[in-house]
């Protein structure tokens, strides 16, 4: 990851940090660590990650149109 001192790159810390867990969640998973805290986090990141792309691709796709 880097690591940087001003907002941009910070945020884009946040963002790699959260799309990081689903890979976590996995790894988990492959582990059978099913009762894992990750995975829920895992889980949570991955359903916001989606939610935030479907937003996105249907404005996109509205504005298009």
Do not use: H, Y
Request: aromatic residues 4%; proline residues 3%.
């Amino acid at each position: 990851m880097r690591s940087g001192a001003g907002a941009v790159d910070g945020e884009l810390d946040t963002v790699e940090q959260s799309l990081e867990r689903p890979l976590d969640a996995e790894r988990a998973l492959f582990a059978g660590d099913v009762g894992d805290p990750v995975v829920a986090w895992g889980v949570l990141a991955a359903a916001i990650t989606c939610a935030v792309g479907l937003v996105v691709g249907i404005r996109a796709t509205r504005r298009l149109t």
